[in-house]
């Protein structure tokens, strides 16, 4: 089994920056592809980012450029740093695994609320 834990989040500025930290442990060679998904209030979740093993990225249209994600090789630790943060960033970001067997497991979520 995995677990996973997410930090930093936190209220910032419009322009502001925030990194947003997820350490997975358990049985991390299971896991595939570490990435961030993010719900704001009335909406439905969706992909921010995500990294596999191989360091392939993949980004929202709305993020691409001020975001990045990153993680060890070890796959213990998945990063978000977000820059040039805007009103339309609040959301719960939420960290994601995706195993090796095709199953998905989800963190708890840390708020990120930017104000204007």
């Known amino acids: 089994q995995v677990q996973l834990v997410e930090s930093g989040g936190d209220l910032v500025q419009a322009g502001g920056s925030l990194r947003l930290s997820c350490a997975a442990s358990?049985?991390?060679?299971?896991?595939?592809?570490m990435g961030w998904y993010r719900q704001a209030p009335g909406k439905q979740r969706e992909l921010v980012a995500r990294?596999?093993?191989?360091?392939?990225?993949t980004y929202a249209d709305s993020v691409k450029g001020r975001f990045t994600i990153s993680g060890d090789n070890g796959k213990s630790m998945v990063y978000l740093q977000m820059n040039s943060l805007e009103p339309e960033d609040t959301a719960v970001y939420y960290c994601?695994?995706?195993?090796?067997?095709?199953?998905?497991?989800w963190g708890q979520g840390t708020q990120v609320t930017v104000s204007s």
């Open positions: 994601n695994v995706v195993l090796w067997s095709g199953r998905g497991l």
């Open positions: 358990g049985s991390i060679s299971s896991i595939n592809v």
């Open positions: 990294i596999t093993g191989a360091s392939s990225t």
